[in-house]
């Protein structure tokens, strides 16, 4: 997610305020939301009498959400505090990592130092998108943080928002310059704002340099479809490629056009996930649309809330949302895809 300009600052300075006025809380409560369907087979996926349930907040603008199956917690990055979060049910929230996207010691100029996109290797291990250091990193099982990927042809990512692994082990990750102090304006961006991929063993390949602004992304359950966010002021979308065999992507195309959503220049389609039958769950502003393999809008989830991220959590069939300085679930029909 990105605001311009003035809006951004008033936005985070806003956020900021009320993060130092309502302390963390992990208190259950029932918020209001509006449950839309526009088509029959919604009602297959969202019940009709769904509760979006409010399980923690006070924080600063969340994102990245991701579920340990193992261990049974969800775990979120607070990107302007520059900390990884934990949540277990009957534990509440407590900080999980500290200086998640910024190791440095002198102060961030940016408003967005922190980590964004998470996610676990095949092995359990916790994979962040890092703004302030602009980097992809793996944190090992004793703290230490090993870096994965910081650069392409000779210029460092900007700032990495999220990432997903294929199951070859193969890593796709966004890049767009959100992250940087002066985001798409600011003097060390690199060249592209882009896809990538990070074989397993080690090599990093630019897929797409056409995206203005490239966000979420997840693969189809048969991996036959790369989706991405794009929050380009000129076409907020959800785009889809077709996935090669050698994992490359060709045929990029507009899946669903966003644009009725967006509420700033940059501030549209984000985070997305996908289910179990290849429907796309998509943050955006105000709350979740769920749109079907085939490109139709089947129904929405309105929470009248910035809304960042989501992810699969519990036995496959709740779903985790971030959104502003809080943490959401909610109960589906339908399960995220690998449950």
């Not at 669903?256 to 290849?278: C, I, L, Q, S």
């Not at 129904?299 to 949302?321: H, K, Q």
């Amino acid at each position: 997610m990105f605001l311009s300009g003035a809006s951004w600052s008033l936005f985070v300075t806003t956020l900021v305020c009320l993060a130092l006025l309502v302390p963390l809380t992990d208190a259950s409560e029932i918020v209001t939301a509006q449950i839309r369907s526009l088509d029959p087979r919604f009602d297959r996926l969202v019940p009709p009498d769904a509760k979006l349930e409010r399980i923690a907040g006070g924080f600063t603008w969340v994102e990245g959400p991701v579920w340990n199956k193992e261990g049974g917690f969800l775990l979120f990055s607070d990107i302007p505090a520059n900390r990884v979060y934990k949540w277990k049910s009957g534990e509440g929230v407590s900080v999980y990592l500290e200086r998640s996207g910024y190791s440095g010691v002198a102060p961030f100029t940016g408003k967005e130092p922190g980590s964004n996109g998470l996610t676990f290797d095949r092995d359990g291990r916790l994979v962040l998108c890092r703004h302030g250091d602009r980097q992809i990193a793996r944190l090992e099982q004793d703290g230490r943080l090993t870096v994965l990927a910081d650069h392409y042809d000779g210029h460092r990512f900007n700032s990495p928002n999220d990432l997903v692994f294929k199951s070859n082990g193969a890593l796709y990750f966004t890049d767009p310059p959100f992250g940087l102090p002066k985001a798409f304006d600011d003097p060390v961006k690199a060249p592209v704002q882009g896809l990538y991929r990070l074989s397993t063993d080690g090599v990093v390949t630019l897929l797409i340099s056409d995206i203005t602004a490239p966000n979420g992304l997840a693969f189809s359950p048969d991996e036959q479809t790369l989706y991405v966010s794009d929050v380009d002021p000129k076409r907020a979308a959800w785009l889809a490629y077709d996935v090669r065999p050698d994992g490359t992507v060709t045929n990029g195309r507009v899946f669903f056009d966003a644009t009725r959503w967006r509420t700033d220049p940059f501030f549209g389609p984000d985070g997305f996930k996908v289910d179990e039958h290849g429907h796309l769950f998509g943050a955006r502003p105000g709350g979740i649309s769920v749109i079907a393999p085939d490109g139709m809008l089947l129904g929405t989830i309105e929470t009248g809330r910035p809304t960042s991220n989501v992810a699969w959590g519990e036995d496959g069939r709740t779903l985790f949302i971030t959104g502003a300085d809080s943490v959401y679930r909610i109960r589906l029909t339908t399960k995220g895809a690998g449950y």
